[in-house]
């Protein structure tokens, strides 16, 4: 089933903190990421063609900006769908399929809950002002199916405002991919209003 974003957080709100395991065998939380001047937490997955298809534009962003930690985070339940299990992510991460600064697994869903999660890929940027404050919480590119072919990277115009101190100046555009995949008991409050 295919959803779109919705902003659970408010341009300028703090990034909800977390403790998630890592592809790499670490956990991980937002101190990881302090030397970042922008942080970029994509919540994403294995199977989702959407998610597959902006795979290639993280990576790129993850190899192109030294000041922008780009940090995938899985919720998808994997008991129903065992491709977004931890194993499948790590080969993901060893076939270079997946190249993030980190790829981690939200195994009780709290933190996709935390931000507000819908869909895969959902992306939060975040600008580093002693805590990470939402700057951005929109589509990445203007390529909503997975076959399409983008002709604007809205994220990498957000990037480069956050990075020049600016104000990310962006008509709102939902981005749209699989919902994530609640386990039984998990699904949010906010979920009705979808």
């Known amino acids: 089933m295919a959803g779109e974003s919705v902003d659970r957080l408010e341009t300028g709100d703090v990034a909800p903190d977390f403790e998630l395991r890592g592809t790499d065998g670490g956990t991980y939380s937002l101190a990881d990421f302090d030397d970042a001047s922008a942080l970029l937490v994509v919540f994403t997955c294995n ?4 998610a ?13 900006y030294d000041d922008v930690a780009v940090v995938g985070i899985n919720a998808n339940d994997p008991e129903e769908y065992q491709e977004d299990s931890f194993d499948e992510m790590i080969q993901r991460v060893e076939d270079g399929e997946i190249a993030y600064d980190a790829y981690l697994f939200d195994e009780s869903q709290t933190a996709a809950a935390a931000y507000g999660a819908v869909c895969t890929p959902d992306p939060f940027l975040f600008t580093n002002n002693d805590e990470f404050e939402l700057a951005y919480h929109d589509q990445l590119d203007d390529a909503l199916n997975p076959d399409d072919v983008a002709s604007r990277v809205h994220i990498r115009e957000a990037i480069e405002a956050v990075l020049d101190g600016e104000t990310v100046d962006i008509d ?5 991919g699989c919902t994530i995949k609640w386990r039984d008991g ?8 979808i």
């Open 47 to 50: 199977h989702c063609p959407y």
């Open 52 to 64: 597959k298809a902006k795979h290639p534009l993280l990576n790129e962003i993850a190899a192109e």
């Open 172 to 176: 709102s555009q939902p981005s749209r």
């Open 186 to 193: 998990n699904v949010p409050e906010y979920w009705d209003e």
